[in-house]
T-cell receptor
Framework: DTEVTQTPKHLVMGMTNKKSLKCEQHMGHRAMYWYKQKAKKPPELMFVYSYEKLSINESVPSRFSPECPNSSLLNLHLHALQPEDSALYLC???????????????FGPGTRLTVL | GQQLNQSPQSMFIQEGEDVSMNCTSSSIFNTWLWYKQDPGEGPVLLIALYKAGELTSNGRLTAQFGITRKDSFLNISASIPSDVGIYFCAGQLLTSYDKVIFGPGTSLSVIP
């Protein structure tokens, strides 16, 4: 089973709203990721959690706030977003580096976010 | 920073034709990954390559990890309409295993 699930599938929000995106995996993976993807572009890394600790923040604005409640769950809290934040938000997970030199990432289906 | 070059940028082919696309970099990669993405969906892993020179198949797909560790190719044989989508190569550097660097993608269209 290589499934990563994301909810909601679609989200429309105003610039003053607060919303959250959710991601879940049950593969025993210890690394989880948030990516942002604009149309016809490759995914751009936002955050990495490794063993439930934030290990990478790619200089993401503070209006995006990640949270990793446990090893299976990853949230992305959204507040005061801008229209240019509209994009497909992808979650991914991987086993986490084991010293074997490989760490393949598996992606969820994404949340299509529209900010009005 | 590290960049991946992917070519071609787009392809229009007839159903039944073979397809070849490649990915190159000036950096040495520890892992090469090939993903396919359908519109509105997340990338789906097609093939993962872990050793220089490795040649791996997955059905009609074949991919190779270049000997120099700086390139990889993906071939699709006997294309079918459901092969339509964007194909991304991605690589992981030995020094940053938790970062995947994506190429710009190859958009494939299959004409029935």
């Amino acid at each position: 089973d290589t499934e990563v699930t994301q909810t909601p599938k679609h989200l429309v929000m105003g610039m003053t709203n607060k919303k959250s995106l959710k991601c879940e995996q049950h593969m025993g993976h210890r690394a989880m990721y948030w990516y942002k993807q604009k149309a016809k572009k490759p995914p751009e890394l936002m955050f990495v959690y490794s063993y439930e600790k934030l290990s990478i923040n790619e200089s993401v604005p503070s209006r995006f706030s990640p949270e990793c409640p446990n090893s299976s769950l990853l949230n992305l809290h959204l507040h005061a977003l801008q229209p240019e934040d509209s994009a497909l938000y992808l979650c991914a997970s991987s086993q986490a580096y084991s010293g074997m030199g490989t760490d393949t990432q598996y992606f969820g289906p994404g949340t299509r976010l529209t900010v009005l | 920073g590290q960049q991946l070059n992917q070519s071609p940028q787009s392809m229009f082919i007839q159903e039944g034709e073979d397809v070849s696309m490649n990915c190159t970099s000036s950096s040495i990669f520890n892992t090469w990954l090939w993903y396919k993405q359908d519109p509105g969906e997340g990338p789906v892993l097609l093939i993962a390559l872990y050793k220089a020179g490795e040649l791996t198949s997955n059905g009609r797909l074949t991919a190779q990890f270049g000997i120099t560790r700086k390139d990889s190719f993906l071939n699709i044989s006997a294309s079918i309409p459901s092969d339509v989508g964007i194909y991304f190569c991605a690589g992981q550097l030995l020094t940053s295993y938790d970062k995947v660097i994506f190429g710009p993608g190859t958009s494939l269209s299959v004409i029935p």
